[in-house]
C-alpha cells in the first residue's frame, strides 16, 4: 500500500512537474511573441518618425531653395560682394532676411566671397562651424544642404552658389534651427535627440540637465536622417 501511495505520488509529482515546464515554456513563448511584438512597434515608430523628419527637410529644403533668387538675382548685393563693399552688402542681404525671417522661413542668412570667408551675417555674433559647409559649396558650385551647428544650436543649412555674368564671386547660406523642424515629433513621444557625427554625438536637445556627450554612444541608436555630406546624421536617444 505503501509502495502504491508513493508511485501515486510520484506520477502526481510527475504530472506537476510537467505542468510547470509546460507553463515556463508558455511563458517564454508569450514573453519572445510580446518582445517581438514590442520590436516591430518600435521599428514601426522609427521609421515613422524618419519619415516624418525627412519629409521635413525636404519641405524646408524646397522652401528655401525657391526663395534663393532674392539673392542670386539681386544685382546689389552680387555688385557690392564683388568688390567687398561691407555696408551696401548689408543694406541688400537685410531685407531679404528680414522677409524670409518674419514668415518663419529661416533663422539665419549668410553671404560669403568666392574663398569662403564670411562677409554678411544676420546674426549679433559672427556664425562658428561653417567653414567645412562653404568650403565643399565651393568647391562643388551648385546648391546643398547639410546639418550643422551654429551658436550652439543644431541647424539645417542650405546654400547656393551666387554669380556675376557666370562667373562666381561667392555664396548666400540659409539656415534654420532644427528645434524648428522636429519640435512637432516631441508630441509624438521624441523627447530627447542627438546630433551626432561619425556615430559621435556632439550635441543633445536634452536641457533639463547637463549631459556628458563624452560618456554617450550612437552606436545603437537610431538614425533619423543622415544628409548628403554624411558627416552628420540626426539620431534619437
Known sequence: ??????????????????LVVLAVAFWFN??????????????????????LFQESVRNHVAMLAGSTKSLTR???????????????????????????????MLNGLVVADRGGQIRYYSSEQAPDGLDGFLAHLSQSR?????LGVIGG??????????????????A???YVE???????????????WLLAEDRKP????????????????????????SQEQGGRSLGLL
Request: glycine share 8%.
Open 172 to 174: 548666400g547660406v540659409y
Open 30 to 51: 508569450q514573453s519572445a511573441i510580446v518582445g517581438t511584438l514590442e520590436e516591430h512597434a518600435q521599428q514601426r515608430e522609427i521609421a515613422r518618425t524618419q519619415r
Open 142 to 146: 551648385k546648391q546643398t544642404h547639410d
Open 178 to 192: 532644427l528645434k524648428n523642424l522636429v519640435e512637432h515629433l516631441a508630441g509624438d513621444g521624441l523627447s530627447t
Open 202 to 225: 556632439i550635441f543633445s536637445s536634452d536641457t533639463t540637465e547637463s549631459v556628458d556627450l563624452s560618456l554617450l554612444s550612437a552606436d545603437d541608436m537610431p538614425v533619423i536622417s
Open 74 to 104: 539681386n544685382r546689389g548685393l552680387i555688385k557690392s560682394l564683388k568688390v567687398d563693399d561691407r555696408g551696401a552688402l548689408t543694406e541688400s542681404a537685410r531685407p531679404t532676411f528680414n522677409r524670409l525671417s518674419a514668415g518663419g
Open 153 to 170: 544650436q543644431p541647424v539645417l543649412l542650405v546654400g547656393f552658389p551666387l554669380y556675376a555674368r557666370g562667373k562666381p564671386v561667392g
Open 1 to 18: 500500500m505503501l509502495d502504491r501511495i508513493s508511485f501515486k505520488t510520484q506520477l502526481q509529482l510527475v504530472s506537476v512537474a510537467g
